[in-house]
């Protein structure tokens, strides 16, 4: 995936700027975003202090950590279960 220009604080920045009274079409203007990127912003970073969306991320870090350990799991144990099943 793609690593996004902006990071956490910045993003959080811009939505707090719209929320200050400045258009959205003004705002993502001047921060060189489209429309629709500002609107997916919105909808994940709305209403976050920036610790809240720093905890976000570390979390979404360490549930990729865990899905990754499970699906590794999951693969060693159906090895088991093959090589348990045939018949020498």
């Known amino acids: ?3 996004s220009r902006f990071s956490d ?3 959080i920045a811009v939505l707090r700027e719209q929320e200050a009274g400045h258009s959205t ?3 993502c203007r001047k ?18 202090d ?6 976000l991320k570390a979390l979404e870090d360490e549930n990729a950590t865990l899905k990754k ?3 590794e799991a999951m ?11 045939r018949k020498w």
Do not use: C, P
């Not at 920036?50 to 905890?55: F, N």
């Not at 693969?75 to 099943?85: E, F, Q, R, T």
């Open 25 to 27: 079409a003004d705002v």
């Open 9 to 11: 604080e910045q993003i």
């Open 75 to 85: 693969l060693d144990n159906a090895i088991l279960k093959d090589v348990n099943s």
């Open 31 to 48: 921060h060189g975003v489209s429309a629709a990127t500002f609107y997916k912003w919105k909808a994940k970073y709305g209403g976050m």
């Open 69 to 71: 350990l499970l699906a």
């Open 1 to 3: 995936m793609r690593k």
């Open 50 to 55: 920036v610790s809240d969306a720093k905890r």
